[in-house]
Nanobody, 126 residues
Framework: QVQLVESGGGLVQAGGSLRLSCAASGRSFSGYGMGWFRQAPGKEREFVATINKSGTSTYYADSVKGRFTISADNAKNTVYLQMNSLKPEDTAVYYC???????????????????WGQGTQVTVSS
């Protein structure tokens, strides 16, 4: 079992930046990559970004494209989400997860992922 722990969330003003980290520990996973999702109060969990296992391919939700960047440091077993030009609508709990399936549809859905972390709160004030 892989354990994922997110960190780096917080309160930031609109236009600001945050970098989220997702550290993996435990058994080495055989997934296809990693991903970030977010969930705002009263809303469904939505896809944000994903990166493949080698770090050579990324995919983003339209709502964050050009503002967020996903990256991975395999030596540290850590995935990052650099978030720039934050907007109040980016406010949510952000989760990382292991991509357990070959993606057959875009955007990916939560069912394509597993071993979810506990989440980290991001709040963007206007």
């Amino acid at each position: 079992q892989v354990q994922l722990v997110e960190s780096g969330g917080g309160l930031v003003q609109a236009g600001g930046s945050l970098r989220l980290s997702c550290a993996a520990s435990g058994r080495s996973f055989s997934g296809y990559g990693m991903g970030w999702f977010r969930q705002a109060p009263g809303k469904e969990r939505e896809f944000v970004a994903t990166i493949n296992k080698s770090g050579t391919s990324t995919y983003y939700a339209d709502s964050v494209k050009g503002r967020f960047t996903i990256s991975a440091d395999n030596a540290k077993n850590t995935v990052y989400l650099q978030m720039n030009s934050l907007k109040p609508e980016d406010t949510a709990v952000y989760y990382c997860a292991v991509r357990e399936k070959i993606l057959l549809r875009y955007p990916p859905v939560p069912g394509d992922f597993g071993s979810w972390g506990q989440g980290t709160q991001v709040t963007v004030s206007s």
